[in-house]
């Protein structure tokens, strides 16, 4: 996979974000309740990432949208710290440092619109996952922090910008 973009999320890429996200969920099990499944912006994530201090990119390659991530303010949490949000990639995107540019991409643009930290939610069993963000310096949590809503994701990680 050598044609590989990172580029801000169109309008016209909501449908095929959506449907990348929630075939990450089938494909890992990853429990649909109390996680970013069922968040009300799933379909709508240009719209919801238009808002200030946030952003979402979309890994494109020959015209396929094959990962995803973003970077918000954390929802009911400290105005200085932002969160890494709704990161997936298709099986054959992973592994190829793919991730790592996203991640970079993201923590830039957190840096960029002032906040101080980062914060991420992600499953125990998402080995892969967690040793990208342990890599890119984010440490564990014991309590989650601000009110995501996502009940079902017990890791909790931070990373100071």
Known sequence: MENWIIRAIKKEDNQAVAKLIRSVFDELEIPKVGTAYEDPCL?????????????????????????????????????????????????????????????????????????EKCYIETMPFMHAAQKLYKKSGFEYLEAPLGNTGHCSCPVWMLKLL
Do not use: H, W
């Open 43 to 115: 379909d709508l994530m240009f719209e919801e990432y238009s808002k200030p201090k946030s952003t979402y990119f979309v890994v494109e390659n020959e015209g396929k949208i094959v990962g995803c991530a973003g970077i918000a303010s954390l929802e009911n949490g400290d105005p200085e710290i932002s969160e890494l949000q709704k990161m997936y990639f298709l099986p054959e995107t992973r592994g190829l440092g793919i991730g790592s540019k996203m991640m970079e991409k993201c923590l830039d643009e957190a840096r960029n619109f002032g906040f």
